[in-house]
């Protein structure tokens, strides 16, 4: 099993999809929190609390859970690369037991997806208070209290990321897995929080339960002001955590088992 794990992390960094995901992330983290920051949630529209109250800093990193969909297509297009190209029937010929393959290859987009929420989250932290310094504001939050959310970010990232290998393997074509990863998360969950009754299970969903872990409540708060549906009700960050949990486990049983019946071509 370790010379299989071996030979994915070598696959993977052969590729350059490593390095795309770690650019991605850095841009989206201290890019996207260091823009935010500097212009100040008092200045958005309509106005938020600011960068000294601690509704205003959760906003802005909170707003980071939405763009989880990055790290799911980026699980979604590993896998399904490798039905694309066929290097996936190579890796079974060679290595014939393909449920230690597939978990050796679970285990490295793991790893892959932890280190995409690390920087992440450490280029957030580097934007939100140097965006906060050139605002000229503080930061409402306690570093430990930053930091226990953004580590909470980058854990959700490494379960997007599992997600995306999931479905990946599931559909197998690379296009059809593309379009369903990021429609569904991009436009699918933020559509059905608009609609009344439906909304009731947006809490339960994988974006419902990663703005309960961040604490992040105000794009659906606002959605309930401004539109004839009833106010979507968060679960606790517990709840959240657990539910992650269990889509994490299924992702994995997925990325797993779906393959081991599938003809080589």
Known sequence: MQQLIVAEFRRLLATRLWWIALLAATGLGGGLVGCLALVGPEHFS?????LHTAAGARLVLGIL???AFVPAA???LAVTSEYRHRTVDVTFLFAPSRWRVLTAKLAVFAVGGLCYGAVLAGTAAV???AGAAGHGSTVG????AVAGLLGRLAVAMAVYTLLGVGVGALVGNQVAALCLVIGYLYLGEPVLMMIPGANAA????PGGATAALTGFHE???AMAAQLPTTAIH???PVVGALVLLGYTLVAAAVAVFAPLRRDLA
Do not use: C, Q
Not at 46 to 50: D, L, S, V
């Open 65 to 67: 859970g939405y763009t």
């Open 74 to 76: 980026f699980g979604t």
């Open 141 to 144: 939050v306690p570093v430990g």
């Open 202 to 205: 947006y809490p339960l969903l």
């Open 127 to 129: 934007g939100l208070y």
């Open 46 to 50: 309509p106005p938020m609390p600011g």
């Open 219 to 221: 794009v659906s708060d």
């Open 234 to 236: 968060l679960v606790s």
